[in-house]
């Protein structure tokens, strides 16, 4: 289901942030599988950074490596 969700958003106009939500979807997916303990650190890992904070800091980064 969350494949097809992915395929859809690509379909729609594969922007970066449709590709960031979708990469943090199925990692939160892989978390479900995981026991209570695991799935909460796991889960805090995946929503970390919001789509926001990740452009800010890939932005930053590509402009010093210049």
């Known amino acids: 289901m969350i494949w097809a969700l992915s395929v859809a958003l690509c379909v729609a106009g594969c ?16 978390c479900q599988g995981l026991p209570q303990g695991a799935y909460e650190d ?20 590509s402009s010093s490596e210049k």
């Open 15 to 30: 922007s970066t942030q449709a590709w960031y939500e979708s990469a943090r979807l199925n990692a939160e997916l892989k």
């Open 42 to 61: 796991c889960m805090a890992r995946v929503n970390q950074k919001s789509y926001q904070e990740y452009k800010r800091e890939s932005a930053g980064a």
